[in-house]
T-cell receptor
């Protein structure tokens, strides 16, 4: 158990719909990262938040957005869903002190999104 | 981003040491080497990281060559539960605030009974 929780575990929805994935980081971790894992693209970084502020963006689609709340939990919003958005979505968190520690990330169990 | 090269797959007998190689010939002086693993569809799990010196923890050992162009992750006594995809990642932060992990395809280690 990494200490990172994600809900829901599974999500099945139709094309064109909007969904919200939720992540609670480990206690004390200020940074939250979102990753997408699809069969053809592998694990890809989407976005990072640090203490409520967006810090870095990867290849995140404009239809996707995220935020981190004052209690440090984060939500990833996916809208106008397409079949190709079907994937595993992982959230990770890390401590905020020391450069190398940021790369020591703890991953949640993921949310499996299926778009039909 | 700097890239790493790993063999796509390896086999290991249960109870034997598993040695997983990684080439990171473009790594720069202040970049760390990180190892993660992913057991089927679970979230990736941090294993170990190092800069120049060899490192050991309860999970594995990391041997980094003197020129830092390659490293080897050693699982001293592999078990069936170590069957997973192992990722070697070099840390490439930018501007002090981008700490994304760039995953390649990794090595699928299969531990056989």
């Amino acid at each position: 158990d990494s200490g990172v929780t994600q809900t829901p575990k599974h999500l099945i929805t139709a094309t064109g719909q909007r969904v919200t994935l939720r992540c609670s980081p480990r206690s004390g971790d200020l940074s939250v990262y979102w990753y997408q894992q699809s069969l053809d693209q592998g694990l890809q970084f989407l976005i990072q938040y640090y203490n409520g502020e967006e810090r870095a963006k990867g290849n995140i689609l404009e239809r996707f957005s995220a935020q981190q709340f004052p209690d440090l939990h984060s939500e990833l919003n996916l809208s106008s869903l397409e079949l190709g958005d079907s994937a595993l979505y992982f959230c990770a968190s890390s401590l905020s002190t020391g450069r190398d520690i940021h790369f020591k990330q703890y991953f949640g169990p993921g949310t499996r999104l299926t778009v039909t | 981003d700097a890239k790493t090269t790993q063999p796509p797959s390896m086999d290991c007998a249960e109870g034997r040491a598993a040695n997983l190689p990684c080439n990171h010939s473009t790594i720069s002086g202040n970049e760390y080497v990180y190892w993660y693993r992913q057991i089927h569809s679970q979230g990736p799990q941090y294993i170990i990281h190092g800069l120049k010196n060899n490192e050991t923890n309860e999970m594995a050992s990391l041997i980094i060559t003197e020129d830092r162009k390659s490293s080897t992750l050693i699982l001293p006594h592999a078990t069936l539960r170590d069957t997973a995809v192992y990722y070697c990642i070099d840390s490439r932060g930018s501007g002090g605030s981008n700490y994304k992990l760039t995953f390649g395809k990794g090595t699928l280690l299969t531990v056989n009974p």
